[in-house]
C-alpha cells in the first residue's frame, strides 16, 4: 500500500546533492549553514564529483516511499544567500532524496566521537545525523566526506 501523500513541512534548513547522497544541513541562523553547503560544492566539483544545490535557507521536507525528500520553493529556486549580498544564483536541482542530516551546533554540545547510527525524524521520516560545531566548514568538510564514504575516504 503506498504511502499518504502528507503535506510537506516547510522547514529552515539547507540542501545539496552530492553524487547521488542528499545532505540537509540544519542549523541556527548564522550558524554556517551556507558557508558549509558552498564549501562541500565547491569541494567536489574540483574532484570532478556532481554536485548541486537543492535549496538553501527554506525547504520543502516531506516523507516518500520511507525516505526523505526535500525541494526547494519556487520563489527562491536556484539562490543561494552570501553575507553581505543579496542572494546569488547558483545551478540547483528542484530537489532530492536525503540521506544524510548534518546538524550544526554550538561547539560545547558536539560530542567528540558520535556513534555511526543515530538518526532524528525530519518531517516525520527517520534520517541518519551528525552534529558538527557551528561556522566551522573547514573542519565539517572531511567529517561529512568521511561519512558519505566520498575520496579521500574510500
Known amino acids: 500500500m503506498p504511502d499518504p501523500v502528507a503535506q ?3 522547514i529552515h534548513g539547507t540542501a545539496i546533492l552530492i553524487g547521488e547522497r542528499g545532505v540537509l544541513i540544519t542549523g541556527p541562523s548564522g550558524a554556517g549553514k551556507t558557508t558549509l553547503a558552498l564549501t562541500l560544492l565547491d ?3 574540483a574532484r570532478g564529483l556532481f554536485s548541486r544545490l537543492i535549496g538553501d535557507d527554506r525547504l520543502l521536507a516531506a516523507a516518500r516511499a520511507g525516505r526523505l525528500v526535500c525541494r526547494v520553493p519556487a520563489t527562491i529556486a536556484g539562490l543561494a544567500e552570501v553575507p553581505g549580498f543579496l542572494p546569488r544564483p547558483l545551478p540547483f536541482e528542484p530537489g532530492g532524496v536525503i540521506d544524510l ?3 550544526l551546533v554550538p561547539k560545547a554540545e558536539m560530542a567528540r566521537f558520535q556513534e555511526e ?3 532524528e525524524p ?3 521520516c527517520p534520517v541518519p545525523r551528525i552534529d558538527l560545531a557551528e561556522r566551522n566548514a573547514a573542519t565539517a ?3 561529512v566526506m568521511a561519512r558519505l564514504s566520498i575520496a579521500p575516504f574510500l
Open 8 to 10: 510537506p513541512e516547510n
Open 43 to 45: 569541494h567536489c566539483r
Open 101 to 103: 542530516h548534518v546538524r
Open 117 to 119: 547510527e543515530i538518526s
Open 122 to 124: 525530519v518531517a516525520g
Open 141 to 143: 568538510l572531511p567529517a
